[in-house]
């Protein structure tokens, strides 16, 4: 039987992920670790922690969350609290050389840091939104779930644990909220019940009429605020059509979490799904679990032989080595077509589970060929394993690596993956850099990650080439002066000039020109 410890993110940011898993291992005799990735407000106290004894986390992502993985209008936010650190890449590089396996925990549904104007927000029978409760029938809320799932995925796990993939019922985890009524079960179940009209449109496809059921509902519920008692059954309350709506409910809960599975298991990672029905009723009444009240399964759609059925595909298979090696014979075949050469090389970096990660970093260490070690340096800037991203930072302090490898390394950490630290350092290596194809990959690469150290540093650099493939430069006039913006640059009122070759938004490059940079510093 295999056992996993759940971390929260304040124990690896307090204590390292080296002494959390070596702790789990060494004493604990666990050969397992379960990071919360994705993880709502909290405040724990911990009596050993060597950082705090209390300790307030904001609410969001604790790893390198890659923007171009979410296109829709939902995208997770990386929360404050985790200061620029990927504590699920930390805690996946302590555990490889012990041998403990690592799953990452996401709480999904559960969004502290959204208002009532995100998309895809709950909305109950008055039409009154629950900020911070998305809803599983939502287009934008499926799209948010498996592309998270996806990001997640692309981490070493070895599987990812889904919190709140599922409905919440009114009472569930606002901050300081408050009911100064003693309102039944039925009523509370009620006021939280979903009616947006992703879930109208899901239900209209079973024949309920769901205006005259919301209407049903907010008679009912008006009734017990003018203090009627509460009714014996959700039959009594809103007539028999309420219990096609629940099932319309659970079968978009379990076709969501079907669709998650699937998702993870392309990239060989085992999604399993957290029943909070247990944990909620006991909270609610502060006994045990009743599986006869029916509402606690309801409120949250939770159908656990629906869902077991739903994820019932095994992982991927693991990627055998002859197929690694197979990819690698043909990306060393000189005698090859370079264009299926470089195919096998981006190939390595494609398979499930990260399995061409180790060969990709040999490939591109290796000096026998300075065409094959650039195209593996292409390959892992192409890929967010936080082995690659390692490998790419030590590459760019070595010393014998070819010009053009060099350049592609450095490039390469200002890209979708970056973080304030690789900007950090590219600024630190600069000096070292000998050739105009290095420095202005380090100049592009922190000018692309922004930020208020890499405004001030810029200045007086040559050859800074605003265009890129993933940073769109915006040109406006201000008082006769061009002012030239990067989306990651934020404003304030005090501003930096330096030479800037700058293509103006509409123009063909050879329209470049020299220009003073103004760009307010953060």
């Keep these: 039987m295999h056992s996993s410890v759940y971390c929260l993110p304040a124990d690896l940011l307090g204590e390292g992920a080296d002494r959390v898993v070596g702790t789990v291992r060494d004493r604990a005799g666990v050969s397992g670790v379960t990071v919360a990735a994705c993880y709502h407000a909290s405040r724990d106290i911990y009596p050993h922690n060597p950082a705090y004894r209390v300790a307030s986390l904001a609410p969001g992502a604790f ?25 699920l890449a930390e805690a996946c590089r302590a555990a490889a050389p012990l041998g403990v396996q690592v799953s990452a925990w996401a709480v999904l549904l559960h969004r502290d840091d959204l208002d009532d104007r995100a998309a895809g927000i709950q909305e109950n029978c008055f039409g009154d939104r629950f900020p911070g409760r998305l809803c599983p029938a939502s287009p934008a809320v499926r799209d948010y779930v498996l592309a998270v799932t996806r990001d997640l995925c692309r981490y070493p796990i070895a599987a990812l644990r889904a919190e709140a993939l599922h409905y919440q019922g009114a009472a569930h985890g606002h901050h300081h909220e408050r009911c100064l009524e003693d309102f039944g079960e039925i009523t509370r179940f009620l006021l939280g019940l979903c009616f947006c009209r992703w879930c109208a449109g899901q239900a209209a496809g079973h024949d309920i009429d769901v205006p005259a059921l919301a209407a049903r509902c907010r008679d009912y519920l008006g009734g017990v605020f003018d203090s009627a008692p509460d009714a014996p059954s959700l039959t009594e309350a809103c007539g028999p059509d309420i219990h096609p709506y629940l099932a319309a409910r659970t079968a978009t809960v379990t076709a969501l979490a079907g669709a998650a599975a699937e998702a993870a298991r392309q990239a060989g990672v085992r999604l399993t799904l957290l029943d909070e029905t247990i944990p909620m009723q006991a909270y609610a009444t502060g006994h045990g679990f009743d599986p006869d009240r029916e509402l606690v399964r309801a409120e949250l759609a939770v159908d656990p032989r629906a869902l077991s059925q739903a994820g019932r595909a095994e992982p991927t298979r693991p990627v055998p080595p002859r197929a690694v090696e197979a990819l690698l014979a043909v990306a060393r075949d000189e005698g090859d077509n370079i264009e299926v050469r470089r ?53 760019v302090r070595r010393d014998d690596l070819g010009d053009e490898a060099l350049a592609v390394a450095v490039r390469a950490l200002g890209q979708q993956y970056a973080t304030p630290q690789d900007a950090a350092l590219i600024r630190q290596v600069y000096p070292k850099l000998h050739t105009d194809r290095t420095r202005e990959a380090a100049l592009q690469a922190v000018a692309e990650v922004g930020g208020a ?22 040109t406006v006039e201000r008082d006769h002066e061009v002012v030239a913006m990067g989306t990651n640059v934020r404003q304030t009122s005090r501003k930096v000039r330096w030479p800037f070759r700058c293509q103006r938004v509409g123009e063909s490059p050879s329209r470049q020109s020299e220009i003073g940079r103004e760009a307010d510093c953060v």
């Design 453 to 474: 150290d890499n405004v001030r540093w810029l200045p007086g650099r040559p050859l800074l080439a605003c265009r890129s493939e993933h940073t769109q430069v915006a």
């Design 343 to 395: 195919q096998a090389v981006r190939a390595l970096a494609g398979l499930p589970h990260g399995a061409g990660i180790p060969t990709l970093t040999d490939v591109a260490r290796q000096t026998q060929s300075a065409w094959l070690a650039k195209e593996g340096m292409s390959a892992l800037a192409s890929s967010g394993d936080p082995r690659a991203r390692d490998f790419l930072r030590a590459a």
């Design 63 to 87: 790893y390198a969350v890659d923007p171009s993985a979410c296109p829709g209008p939902l995208r997770p936010a990386v929360s404050p609290s985790a200061a620029g650190r990927d504590i």
